[in-house]
């Protein structure tokens, strides 16, 4: 900060002794001494706050950043579920096919229970009969 030597120390303290006096010198350099400190903490102290209120500012530009993040995000979420409703809705709007004069719905049903149960591999359905053979056995217990 400042670029005082050795030397410009002495000198200083030389003219000093001789203006104040041998007397005085100790007061006048404690008093110096408390001033000097309570000036280096007011300038810590500014520093800090100088710190404290950038890092405030880059906090509130990094929340509106996610705010606005989140905005965007939510809006287009919110787009997506007005599509699938809309699309749902043309769904559910359009005619049900006819079944043709072949099938039935009592005949079908037969034929996707089949169809499930031999997609079912065999080890499965042996585990399943077990596990329902444990439970009876232990609700007759």
């Known amino acids: 900060m400042f670029d005082i030597g050795f030397i410009e120390i002495m000198i200083v303290s030389m003219v000093a002794l001789i203006v104040i006096g041998p007397e005085r010198l100790p007061h006048v350099a404690r ?10 903490r007011y300038v810590s102290s500014v520093k800090n706050d100088i710190q404290n209120e950038i890092r405030l500012d880059e906090l509130k530009n990094m929340h509106t950043s996610i705010k ?6 939510e809006s287009s979420v919110r787009q997506e579920i007005d599509q699938i409703k809309s699309m749902t809705e043309t769904d559910n709007t359009a005619p049900p096919s006819s079944p043709t004069p072949n099938e039935t719905s ?10 499930v149960s031999s997609s079912k591999p065999q080890s499965q359905t042996a585990n399943l009969e077990e596990q329902q053979h444990h439970v009876a056995k232990n609700e007759n217990k």
Do not use: C, F, N, W
């Open 31 to 40: 008093t110096a001494g408390h001033l000097l400190g309570r000036l280096r």
């Open 106 to 115: 009592a005949d079908t049903k037969p034929q996707v229970d089949a169809a």
């Open 68 to 73: 606005e993040t989140t905005d965007s995000i």
